[in-house]
DNA sequence: ATTTATACTGTATTTTTATACAGTTGTCAA
DNA sequence: TTGACAACTGTATAAAAATACAGTATAAAT
C-alpha cells in the first residue's frame, strides 16, 4: 500500500467521519467547501490519487458514491501504537471487527442463566449469531427450543441432533435440524 | 413505532440491502427501477412515509442522503423470537449493538495475557476502546506503557493516576494522564 | 358514509453533482 | 535539468438526482 501524504491524509479523514457523522458520503462540492478550494478540479485530482492508492472505492457517474478501503462500520483492530502523544492510531491497522461482510445476516441475543458460562459466556452477554452458514459438531449455536432461543453446543449423532449445554449440571437435548437458528461467531459483553 | 405494510417494508428492506452492499443509499432513480414503477414520484411517497414512520432518516436536496434509523451496520439484539419456523426476526427488535454513534472514536485492542481474566477478559479477546470520553474511577480503561497498550482498572487518587490490573498477582502502576487512549466499552471474542 | 391512507401514473423543472480540459506553481528525485 | 508528482486555479458542461404538482384507484379506519 502506497504512503498517504499529510494533505491526502486529510482529505481521506474528512470523507472518513463525514460517513461517520452522516451515512453517507460527502459530494465534490462539499469537500471543496470544507478545504476552501476554489476549483472542483482540486478535489477530484484528490480523489483519484485516494483512489489510485487504494485507500477510496469510487463508482464512477454515482453521487456520493464513495467508499473507504477500511470504513469505520467496521472496528479498526490496532495491533501496534506508536509510542508518545499524540498517538496516531489510524495508521495501524490489523483488519476490522465487524466488515460489512461480517454483518450479512447477522443478529443479537441476550444471554440470561449460566448455562454456557464454562465456555466463558455470561449473563447479559450478547452473542451475535449468523444465519444460513453451515454448522458442525462442536460448534456454539442458536436454536429455538419451545419459545425461547438458547445457546447450547452442537453434537450430530447419526440423524440425530442434540444441544449441549457448557454446564455439565445439564443434559443434552434432542432437537430437529430446522430449529437451528445460526452458529454463534461472537461473544460481546458491554462494560 | 408504526408498522409497516409489505409494500414498505420491501422497500425498507431493498434500501436496507443496497446499503449493505454498495455503502450508500440507492437513488430515487435506482429505487424507481427495481421495483418498476412507472412514475419518480411513487418513490417519493414511499420513502416520505418511510421517514414518517420513523424507519429511515432523509437528508433533503442531498443526493442519496437516506439513512435507516436501525442501519445494519448496527448489529439488530432480538430478544423474542417468534417460534415456528420460518422465523421472522426482522421484525422482531430491541435496539442496536454497534450504531454509527457507538463507532465514532473507537478502535480495538487484542488481548495477549491473563491479567483481566478476573473481569472475564481472556488471552485472545479484542476490547473496544473508546477514545476522548471521560474516565473514572474503577473504569477499565486502555493505556500505553512504554511502547505497549494494556489494559487495567482506572484508580484516581488525589493528584495521582495508577492503573489496577484485575489480577491481584500484579501491583498497580502509577502513569500520567496523557498516556490514557480511552475507554473500554466492550468486550468481544470470535468464537 | 365519509375520511384517511396506500399505492401508484404522468410530466415538468430545478438543483445537485460529477466530469472534462486547459493551465500554474512548487518540490523532489534521477 | 528534466521529468514526474503534488497541489492546486479557472471555466464550462453533461448527467444524475431530487422535487413539485396534478391526478387516479383501491382498501382500511372512524
Redesign the pocket.
Known sequence: MKKL????FEILKFITQFINKYGY?P????IRLF????????????LN?LVNKGYLI?D???????RTRFPLSGIPIVGKIAAGPPIIIENFFEGSLFTPDDLMDVFALKITGDSMEQAHIYDGDYVIVKKNVEVRNGDIIAAVIGEEATIKYLRKEKNKIFLVPANPAYKPIEIKENLILGKVIGVFRKV
Open positions: 501524504t499529510q494533505r491526502q458520503a459530494s465534490f462540492e462539499e478545504f476552501k478550494f476554489k476549483s472542483p478540479n482540486a478535489v477530484t485530482c484528490h490519487t469510487k464512477s457517474t454515482r453521487a456520493r458514491a464513495l
